[in-house]
């Protein structure tokens, strides 16, 4: 009778690097997967960075749970993030920001970056408007679906 006793080996570099992530981020959780290998990394307690950054959206998730209508979740200019990443707001930390509140936008105008595995990705304006309100200050650790600015 033969049995495999083949164990899946991990990788540790991806381990290191994806702990990596979690530091450089401020996440406390990142899954990594390539065919059937998954890497799930996630800490117990969020660093002091993140905790500090909380409290800032944590109304408004508390108000909706109440059964109150968000305001800014519901807001039809809102401008959310499509990713997990550290948004910018400006190239460099020296550089002006891509925009500012009382600036018009045109559709398809970079708005931000947002990083996420060592990519810088571009995020457009999805509307024309005017910025009314940002969320965010530069080098900010983001959530998908999170309020980032409105255009209005």
Do not use: C, W
Request: charged residues 20%; glycine residues 10%; aromatic residues 4%.
């Amino acid at each position: 009778m033969t049995t495999s006793s083949k164990k899946p080996t991990v990788n540790a570099e991806i381990v290191r690097e994806l702990a990596g992530l979690l530091d450089e981020t401020g996440l406390t959780e990142i899954e990594y997967g390539s065919g059937d290998l998954r890497v799930r990394v996630a800490r117990t307690a969020a660093p002091t960075s993140v905790m500090v950054a909380a409290p800032a959206s944590a109304p408004a998730r508390s108000g909706a749970a109440g059964g109150e209508a968000d305001p800014v979740v519901d807001h039809p200019g809102l401008v959310a993030s499509p990713m997990v990443g550290v948004a910018y707001t400006a190239t460099e930390p020296e550089s002006p920001p891509f925009v500012k509140i009382g600036d018009t936008v045109a559709v398809g105008d970079t708005i931000l970056l947002i990083e996420a595995m060592k990519v810088f990705n571009p995020i457009k304006a999805p509307h024309s408007g005017r910025v009314s309100q940002v969320f965010i200050a530069n080098g900010t650790p983001v959530e998908f679906g999170e309020p980032l600015m409105i255009i209005e």
